[in-house]
């Protein structure tokens, strides 16, 4: 079968919607499927076609989006020719949309246009988007409806719709969604964080506090940060801050020398 994902966001880019549809894509070109992806460049320049690991890798023309780090953007009408091309090209069996902005939203459409299987997986929260958009309080509400309401408008077009988490779904419904959605796993191998056979971990002499992930303002960590000292008993700790490190890594250290101010604290990437 030939399926083709519609990603905004895909590696190098590191947050769980880009890893989310690397591991859906490795894990069907494992099961024997021919994969293709389509997601936007990462940097300047023309759309190209390269392959990655056994996965067809489309990647369209896109711009910086001047608030965020890393995230690129797609104008409608640079890239829906591209689309088509891609989709002529490709005749995929299956559409898989994780988004609903502009590449998921034209490929969608594009695909029920054509009589395509559509699946759609959604991995938006506002929350996650909003730190990044440098407009008033009353826009930002504004933008979190609208988007709702667009992103159930999409989705009704697909045949299938998932979620990562009953949470999710049920997240969606109560922001306007269908109560259709399904919740599949982002696919995470739990074995991968088991010791092998044999292996012993050494503990350390210390209570280690670990988070692993991007460090963003949405992932209040700093809650984590400030809960720990009251939490527990006064006692030899080491801190650890594992995460790719963004515009918010100084916000992150500010703060925990804020509440362990004799204390040294480890941010890394």
Known sequence: MKILIIAETYPPDINGSAQFARRLAQGMLGRGHEVHVMAPMTSKGKSHTVEKDGVTEHRIRSHRAFT??????????EVYSEIKRVIDEVHPDVVHSQCH???????????????????????????????????????????RKVSWWDLAR????????????????????????????????????????????????????????????????????NELIEAYPSSRPRRMCTRKLWGRVSSSTHWFRSRTRWVWPNESISVGS
């Open 68 to 77: 965020h780090p890393y995230f690129r953007l797609c104008f409608p009408w």
């Open 154 to 221: 999409q989705f009704r077009r697909c045949d299938v719709v998932t979620a990562p988490t009953q949470l999710a779904v049920d997240t969606m419904v109560t922001n306007g969604v269908d109560d259709n959605a399904i919740p599949v796993s982002n696919g995470i191998q739990v074995g991968d964080y088991e010791l092998h056979p044999g292996e012993n971990l050494k503990k350390p002499n210390r209570e280690t506090v670990l988070f692993c992930g991007r460090l963003a303002v949405e992932k209040n960590v």
């Open 101 to 143: 902005y502009i590449l998921g939203r034209l490929g969608i459409q594009e695909a029920q246009r054509r009589g395509i299987r559509l699946v759609g997986t959604n991995h938006f929260i506002p929350e996650n988007i909003e730190p990044f958009l440098p407009f008033p309080e009353w826009f930002i509400r504004g933008y």
